[in-house]
């Protein structure tokens, strides 16, 4: 075991969990506090908090599949432009009722002009979100939308009250430093057989001290991993059955967000994903499941056509290596001087092993790379994202243009003519045309997709990986009676 593990093992042994009690739960990050996601984009823990706390229209279950919540019923009409919900008998913290009105302006908030939400430009299509009596709430769209339950029900757009707080079916009890003791809003009658939901003890802490927490027996639920801490997973060695890997949907690679010099010409671009082995990078990491990719969008989704591959994609990697010290001597032959890229990776032991793996590779064709430790200097960046829904629109948004000096102008169009389609035909076709010119353009070097683990006590006999890599506390045990 490595050495630097021990002193946290030590410190985490202090404490023995048990099956009795409260669900202890770590998420990777920061202390768990209350925010509002139209005003600053929640950390991991603050996202699990909220939707504990908090609560959307709809939400996922353990499975990520839709469920009611506020909403008690629902319906889309056959063409797509309205969504209708029918609100259940909730009521505010201070004893009031939930009101349709209350929620649409609450909801109208998430996509306000100077909202922060990081959802706000996924729900661009939302024309109006209007009351039509005290308990139904009806949003008009622009466009059809099949995603839209999928993003009302994530935790960000969560129904929340400053004046008068949140319906979720957890409150906060107390608090203790990075802890938070939740308990369930509404409890049974004292002898009641309706089921009772487990009290939790919510901790954000770090990577290290979390796993080794875990390992000791003292937390029963890891949550928010990612590559940059898998490293200590695999140093701790829990066991295999505790170790659950969600198939998460979303974008695991490079983005180019300086396009000057040799990387302001797309032929050039495309050496970097081309000369990667990945392989060789997913064998580093051992991460069991992880593959690799070599397209933006992980299946078509309503895209008029399959995923769009860079050009070099039918290469192997011998023929993929060779093609690129090609490019890059015709390069030197009309630009002398070295090929250097400055990347920016978030400090980590999984960001140490990427880097590793990828300056090898680049070195082979003679390109340097110098990693950078701010931000703000990087020729490259790491997207690390779980796509929020089933979204062709969501993948090449997010890609299209990373930065002022890195747009695809030709896919931004594309996608714009999409937004404004008037048929399902042609948003399609349009989706298609942004796949392929942003494969073409080398802006963005695939890898895989993300990594999404946790470390799962056999206690929480509810938790289920899923595609979306969220976990609500309510569904990690099924119910005392």
Known sequence: ?????????????????????????????????????????????????????????????????????????????????????RLRNAIWPNGKAVTSEEVARRARAIIAPNSRNPLRDAFDSIEEINPTTPDVIEFRLTTPRPPLLELLAQPESSILSRAMG????????????????????????????????????????????????????????????????????????????????????????LSVVKSKGWLADPVMRQVLGMVIDRDALLDAFKAPGWLGALAVLPQRYRSAADPAFPPWASFDITGRIAEAQRRVQAWHAAHPGPLQVRLYLTPGPGSTLLYGQLAADWRRVGIETIRVTDAAESDLRVVDAVAPAGSALWYLDTLACPSADACSEEALDALDRARNAQSLLDRSVQLATADRLLANSGLYVPLTRPLRWSLVSPRLNQFKENARAYHPLAYLRRPDR
């Open 166 to 253: 949140a319906t979720g079916p957890y409150q906060v009890d107390d608090r203790d430093g990075n802890t938070v003791n939740l308990t369930a809003r509404v409890k049974p009658a004292e002898g009641s057989k309706d089921p009772r939901l487990p009290n939790i003890r919510l901790t954000g802490e770090r990577a290290a001290l979390a796993v080794a927490r875990f390992t000791t027996g003292n937390t029963d639920l890891v949550l928010g991993g990612t590559y940059l801490s898998w490293p200590l997973v695999q140093a701790a060695q829990p066991s295999n059955r505790a170790i659950r890997i969600d198939p998460a949907e979303g974008l695991f690679g």
């Open 1 to 85: 075991m490595k050495r630097w593990l021990l002193p946290l093992l030590l410190l985490a042994s202090c404490e023995q969990a048990s099956d009795q009690g409260p669900i202890r739960v770590s998420v990777i990050g920061g202390p768990p506090t209350l925010v509002d996601p139209n005003r600053k984009t929640p950390d991991e823990s603050e996202r699990v908090l909220l939707g504990a706390v908090a609560e959307t229209l709809v939400s996922f279950d353990e499975d990520a599949q839709i469920g009611p919540a506020l909403a008690q019923r629902w319906i889309v009409t056959s063409d797509g432009l309205s969504a209708i919900f």
